[in-house]
T-cell receptor, first 113, second 111 residues
């Protein structure tokens, strides 16, 4: 399985600001995924990021709010833009394994005041 | 529309006994099912998976059972250990690697 790190691990932000979350993998991977876990809820896929192409967003998520970069096969960033308290969540990146499984990073806990 | 459902938000089991976590799904296109375990302040950890062509997969203390006709899967942990206390998520995919997760079940193993 891949080793995945995320920065920052947690942050407290003011409404109206933006936060960029970084995801680093120790090996080259084709697909990277960004999820959100709101308090007490399940994990919801935000978008799928492939290197060299625009991210594919799930219903309810838009690029203006959650811009994603994927500059190479080991790195991706997710920006949460113009934050509101409703954006308070854990944000997780994951990568695909050899089968259909995904391996997750430790998550970024975001609190918006 | 919740395509993957874990109807028990919590489960308490005595150490050494069997833990059974359940999951139901509605999308008949799902062909791969997974269980993840999550500790607080950590990302989900992949536990075990099963393809729709099988009805059972076993890995050590963990066994996943799939009943396609009932659209139901379960995770059995035996014997349960204190370190198994965590939130367990089931997930499903329909070939495209997009995972759909259930709401999670918090398992507590009591000494």
């Amino acid at each position: 399985s891949a080793v995945i790190s995320q920065k920052p691990s947690r942050d407290i932000c003011q409404r109206g600001t933006s936060l960029t979350i970084q995801c680093q993998v120790d090996s080259q991977v084709t697909m990277m995924f960004w999820y959100r876990q709101q308090p007490g809820q399940s994990l919801t896929l935000i978008a799928t990021a492939n290197q060299g192409s625009e991210a594919t967003y799930e219903s309810g998520f838009v690029i203006d709010k959650f811009p994603i970069s994927r500059p190479n096969l080991t790195f991706s960033t997710l920006t949460v833009s113009n934050m509101s308290p409703e954006d308070s969540s854990i944000y997780l990146c994951s990568v695909d394994g050899l089968m259909n499984e995904q391996f997750f990073g430790p998550g970024t806990r975001l609190t918006v005041l | 529309d919740q395509q993957v459902k874990q109807n028990s938000p919590s489960l308490s089991v005595q150490e050494g006994r069997i833990s059974i976590l359940n999951c139901d799904y509605t999308n008949s296109m799902f062909d791969y099912f997974l269980w993840y375990k999550k500790y607080p302040a950590e990302g989900p950890t992949f536990l075990i998976s099963i393809s729709s062509i099988k009805d059972k997969n076993e890995d050590g203390r963990f066994t996943v059972f799939l009943n396609k006709s009932a659209k139901h899967l379960s995770l059995h942990i035996v014997p349960s250990q204190p370190g198994d206390s965590a939130v367990y998520f089931c997930a499903a995919s329909a070939g495209a690697q997009k995972l759909v997760f259930g709401q999670g079940t918090r398992l507590t193993i009591n000494p």
